[in-house]
């Protein structure tokens, strides 16, 4: 009665007590809001991850009884010499909470940033602070956790099948996404304006999913597509603006034949490379003095997508089939045809595989410079790289 008697009262005195009573309220469930107790936990999240003992031996000089996930970050060649992401630096760790998400407020991500030019990867833990449980959640953070459980060759692998799968995706036109890639670039005309092609970049996310990013620069300033990659249903999505524009050239291609610049004398499907070479190619292939020569070219040869990608390059730089074919042939008062593959050694055991083409306008090349005995190709000129780039990931 006294609380009801105070309220007339006051409205007796003030004649505006509707406005005084949500005031009131509003101020008093303002300053009882709660602060979630976890959401400010980050460094408790990730002080579990680097205590966190590793359950098989790294194989790494040092006391092999006591090692933390921490501890083996800390090793300055452990990542350039185990996870290999090509030129990957150490950014240090870094927490992200899941506290708004299904998995409960004291969930945390986790992470030990690597960062691969302007992409930020790395190895990953889902942590639960409230029980204290620490969950690799990609193949980084098992790789560190138990590193006998997976090998270093394990995300090579996996970054090689991601981009040969990216690569390989098909638009209505035929055309693969390689060769999209190269038309974005300009294909032949301008494919030398762009700064730099870093090339891929590959996070393996969770379960089947990966992110990839392709690299490159303009006028000195970092710019990737990025897309994500369902492994187990070769879902293919675009999630960034460039990545969009890439697949929007695939898309708007007109269907044609792709040209075909694989030699006649050369098999690609044959099981045996001994016997790829045909015809008088083989006799070549069998003299020691034209044998290294010719794998050089060969290990050009047999990267299929490599080749598809620049078939399509000059699919669309020719007028018509007929036009190509008789680049192909020599031509009367000709030593050779306008479009051939020559390899020419360059040093010992290094060669340079020339694709040399004519459009018309005189002979243009595309080259690499192969390794023989380490079995390693290096592109020489702009659309070489960007080809070359276009299909691998990087540090392969």
């Known amino acids: 009665m006294i609380v009801v008697l105070g309220g007339l009262m006051i409205v ?99 992470r030990f940033g690597l960062a691969d030019e302007n992409v930020t990867v790395g190895p990953t833990w889902v942590v639960d602070l409230q029980s204290q449980d620490v969950v690799p959640k990609n193949v980084f953070g098992r790789m560190l956790t138990d590193p006998e459980d997976v090998g270093d060759t394990d995300y090579a692998d996996q970054a090689e099948q991601v981009v040969s799968a990216i690569v390989n995706h098909r638009f209505p036109a035929d055309i693969n996404l390689g060769g999209a890639l190269l038309s974005y670039f300009g294909g032949l005309d301008e494919a030398g304006e762009k700064d730099r092609v870093l090339g891929w970049t590959v996070n393996h996310s969770h379960d089947d999913l990966f992110e990839a990013y392709f690299q490159w620069t303009d006028d000195d300033e970092y710019v990737h597509a990025q897309f994500e990659f369902d492994m187990e249903d070769h879902a293919l999505r675009p999630a960034n603006l460039q990545a969009n524009e890439i697949m929007r050239v695939g898309d708007d291609t007109d269907p044609t034949d792709r040209v075909d610049i694989m030699p006649g004398m050369y098999d690609p499907d044959e099981p045996l490379p001994e016997r790829r070479w045909q015809g008088p190619a083989r006799q070549r292939f069998e003299d020691p003095a034209h044998r290294d020569g010719l794998k050089a070219m060969a290990m050009i040869l047999d990267n299929a997508e490599l080749i598809e990608t620049l078939e399509w390059t000059l699919t669309y730089h020719f007028d018509s089939l007929d036009e190509f074919e008789e680049c192909q042939e020599i031509q009367e008062g000709e030593d050779h045809p306008r479009c051939r593959w020559v390899p020419r050694e360059q040093d010992d055991g290094v060669y340079r595989v020339h694709y040399f083409y004519d459009l018309g306008d005189g002979q243009e090349e595309i080259a690499w410079d192969v390794h023989v005995e380490e079995e390693r190709v290096e592109p020489v000129d702009t659309t070489s790289e960007l080809a070359y780039r276009a299909v691998h990931p990087r540090g392969s």
């Open 12 to 110: 007796a005195l003030t004649g505006d007590a509707e406005t005084v009573v949500v005031e009131d309220i509003a101020d008093d469930q303002e300053d009882e809001e709660p602060e979630n107790p976890w959401a400010e936990q980050g460094d408790a999240a990730i002080s579990l991850v680097q205590n966190l003992q590793l359950r098989s031996d790294p194989e790494v000089n040092g006391d092999e009884d006591n090692w933390t996930v921490g501890k083996l970050v800390g090793e300055e060649d452990y990542f350039s010499e185990i996870l290999d992401i090509g030129g990957a630096e150490a950014v240090g760790w870094e927490s992200e909470w899941w506290g708004e998400t299904k998995f409960g407020p004291s969930y945390f991500r986790v």
